[in-house]
């Protein structure tokens, strides 16, 4: 069974860090393409960053030069440094895996940023 699990987010002051984790079981972690995204209710989810099984990073305009995505594929594990943060970071942060056709997501970790 898939398993891709978010951790990390939280309450932060404008202007301060997070770093979101996503641990991701039953695949072959390092075969995959992964991926952040971010969603506010009432909108579409959006692209933060992604990096492929080979270490390549993409980021949107909005996190870029702000946003560092990483993985770790000795523990199945991919990261989001967010520094800088913006009350417009404000989102439901969503990993995902694709390979392929196949894309896994998982369930979110709440970020908000507010004074």
């Known amino acids: 069974q898939v398993q891709l699990v978010e951790s990390g987010g939280g309450l932060v002051q404008p202007g301060g860090s997070l770093r979101l984790s996503c641990a991701a079981s039953?695949?072959?972690?390092?075969?995959?393409?992964m991926g952040w995204h971010r969603q506010v209710p009432g909108k579409q989810r959006e692209l933060v960053a992604t990096?492929?099984?080979?270490?390549?990073?993409n980021y949107a305009d909005s996190p870029k030069g702000r946003f560092t995505i990483s993985r770790d594929n000795a523990k199945n594990t991919v990261y989001l440094q967010m520094n800088s943060l913006k009350p417009e970071d404000t989102a439901v942060y969503y990993c995902?895996?694709?390979?392929?056709?196949?894309?896994?997501w998982g369930k979110g970790t709440l970020v908000t940023v507010s004074s």
């Open positions: 995902n895996a694709r390979r392929g056709t196949v894309t896994y």
């Open positions: 039953g695949i072959t972690f390092s075969s995959y393409a």
């Open positions: 990096i492929t099984n080979g270490g390549t990073t």
